[in-house]
């Protein structure tokens, strides 16, 4: 079975400092990759995804995250972070549109 | 448009007893989940619908729970004689699966069940 790790649970940083939050799975086939977020108090909402291409990807709000097939690593990364930015961070793993494998969640803390 | 929507947001329960929580996906998405989110840990997946197809009930963890899908729209999960390890956020998730597929599901509030 498919399985998603992330190693960060817990992450403090200052606004303007650069972010990289990881995520790896365990799926050697073709998989779909997700970054969620969850903003306090608000629903899960995608953030980016990818599915094929170019491995690197854009989502919302700046972050972008790269899929390295040969790490099985698709981490989520932001240059300059913002007091807005936090909440927890969920990466996910689906196979052709089955259910999302999640990883357990980064909780990111900014500090203004 | 309207988004997934959950109900009760907030559900309170005793141990024994059973709930219901029901879940309105978005209209047209004809796949529709379940996942579970205890307090600290990621989202477990519980079971998945697509159409008139057999529901996907691997995750389910015991036999209290079910699930039931009215066509392609009302869904409700069921948990009989609640625990208390079974106090979570419950998420419901739909996806559209026709057109070119983006496999993107769109979640709604929950539902947080507190069983005491």
């Known amino acids: 079975a498919q399985s998603v790790s992330q190693h960060n649970h817990h992450v403090i940083l200052s606004e303007a400092a650069s972010l990289e939050l990881g995520c790896n799975y365990s799926?050697?086939?073709?998989?779909?990759l997700f970054w969620y977020v969850q903003y306090p108090g608000q629903h899960l909402q995608l953030l980016l995804k990818?599915?094929?291409?170019?491995?690197l990807v854009k989502g919302i709000k700046g972050f972008e995250a790269e899929f390295i097939k040969s790490k099985f690593s698709f981490n989520l990364r932001k240059p300059s972070v913002q007091w807005s930015d936090t909440a927890e961070y969920f990466c996910?793993?689906?196979?052709?549109?089955?259910?999302?494998?999640f990883g357990g969640g980064t909780r990111l803390m900014v500090k203004p | 448009g309207a988004g997934v929507s959950q109900s009760p947001s907030n559900k309170v329960t005793e141990k024994g007893k059973d709930v219901e929580l029901r879940c309105d996906p978005i209209?047209?998405?004809?796949?529709l989940y379940w996942y579970r989110q205890r307090l600290g840990q990621g989202l477990e997946f519980l079971i998945y619908?697509?159409?008139?197809?057999?529901?996907?009930k691997s995750g389910l963890p015991s036999d209290r729970f079910s699930a039931e899908r009215t066509g392609e729209s009302v869904s409700t999960l069921t948990i009989q004689r609640t625990q208390q390890e079974d106090s979570a956020v419950y998420l419901c998730?739909?996806?559209?699966?026709?057109?070119?597929?983006?496999?993107?599901?769109?979640f709604g509030p929950g539902t947080r069940l507190t069983v005491t």
């Open positions: 998730a739909s996806r559209l699966t026709s057109g070119t597929p983006t496999y993107e599901q769109y």
């Open positions: 799926y050697g086939g073709t998989v779909n």
């Open positions: 990818y599915f094929s291409g170019d491995p």
């Open positions: 996910a793993v689906t196979l052709a549109g089955n259910m999302l494998t």
């Open positions: 209209s047209g998405h004809t796949a």
């Open positions: 619908f697509q159409g008139n197809s057999a529901p996907d």
